[in-house]
Nanobody, 126 residues
């Protein structure tokens, strides 16, 4: 029932910025953990950033200080602002949502998420 649609991916030069969006629909629960994951060809899917309904955030060490996750409840949209992009950031980026109580911490564990978008490609050239 829940639908997640990513957008905002593209090709950018090293050092550039992109803002990814994830439009959500069909979700009525107030408590959640929402996250961005990424997967490069031949590599395991990894957590990038997560945010819960209390606006607590967590980031992978590889993106901390460069990426910012946020959520607009009014627009039901999840964002990932990516600055100082590096070639190693190149991957398919997916948004996901997990229903949980609002006081629980956001998760960066892909196996704990039920609803997923189809992904948006981010390519960073050197």
């Amino acid at each position: 029932q829940v639908q997640l649609v990513e957008s905002g991916g593209g090709s950018v030069q090293s050092g550039g910025s992109l803002r990814l969006s994830c439009a959500t629909s069909g979700y009525t629960d107030s408590g959640y953990s929402m996250a961005w994951f990424r997967q490069a060809p031949g590599k395991e899917r990894e957590g990038v950033a997560a945010i819960n309904s209390a606006d607590t955030t967590t980031y992978a060490d590889s993106v901390k200080g460069r990426f910012t996750i946020s959520h607009d409840d009014a627009k039901n949209t999840l964002y990932l602002q990516m600055n100082s992009l590096k070639p190693e950031d190149t991957a398919m980026y997916y948004c996901a949502i997990r229903i949980q109580d609002p006081w629980l911490l956001p998760l960066l564990k892909p196996d704990r998420y039920v609803y997923w978008g189809q992904g948006t490609q981010v390519t960073v050239s050197s």
